[in-house]
């Protein structure tokens, strides 16, 4: 009887250990992965001029109608298409071939063609209008096999050697999961960024675990549920 009583009583101290333990993490603070930008809404605008984000890439904000999908796109595509991905749950990873991290350095200007797309009466500058022609409102968005016009060209950096690698190397991120998109930026003060939406995380440098962690964290989490 004695016996029964004392293993009666280790058991009664392993299980308010056990429960002690679990209720310890379940108050624990959640560890949040990259940085929490301000939702600044869902307005579609055809004009985004004059807009102002929360954060550089845009996680969130008045954007346009179409959006792009998942994909490596060669180009710059306006912020108006890529927050309306975020929108649909993609990640958007950004990268920035001008950024120097030796010299915290970057191009904080980019020349547009001699003879620009038609652009907004309003703003009169590229990557402000939607130029894509929205012929069928069931497929409103584009791939990388049918993107926007050209509107700027990249600074030379982004033909090299070295940013072709890095490309290369983010490549396998878009296995990660079904909404990711790979695309180039200019005036980022880091050399990578992944943006999801009011999410934002940035790197100087590929960090395999923090970016595996911020796309499955945050992958389709947005506020408009859509089928792909």
């Not at 310890?24 to 004009?47: F, Y």
């Not at 120097?100 to 063609?113: I, S, W």
């Not at 409102?137 to 584009?142: I, L, N």
């Amino acid at each position: 009887m004695k016996k029964f009583v004392v293993w009666l009583l280790i058991l009664g101290i392993i299980v308010g250990i056990i429960f002690w333990i679990k209720n310890k993490q379940s108050n624990s603070p959640e560890i949040e992965i990259g940085q929490k930008a301000e939702d600044l809404g869902r307005e579609h605008v055809t004009d985004i001029y004059g807009k102002s984000y929360s954060s550089n890439p845009p996680t969130s904000g008045p954007h346009f109608p179409v959006w792009a999908k998942k994909g490596i796109y060669d180009r710059l595509l306006s912020d108006g298409y890529l927050i309306h991905s975020l929108e649909h749950g993609y990640i958007i990873i950004s990268y920035n071939c001008s950024f120097n991290p030796q010299t915290n350095t970057f191009v904080k200007e980019v020349l547009a063609h001699d003879e620009p797309a038609v652009l907004s009466p309003d703003s009169k500058t590229p990557l402000m209008h939607m130029l894509f022609d929205l012929k069928n409102e069931q497929e409103a968005w584009f791939r990388p096999q049918n993107p926007p016009a050209v509107e700027v060209e990249l600074p030379p950096e982004f033909t090299s050697d070295q940013c072709r690698s890095l490309v290369e190397s983010l490549k396998i991120y878009l296995d990660e999961k079904e909404r990711v998109i790979i695309v180039p930026r200019v005036d980022m003060e880091t050399r990578i960024a992944l943006t999801a939406w009011a999410r934002i995380l940035k790197l100087n440098d590929i960090e395999d675990t923090k970016i595996k962690e911020f796309i499955n964290t945050y992958h389709n989490k947005a506020p408009e549920k859509t089928v792909e």
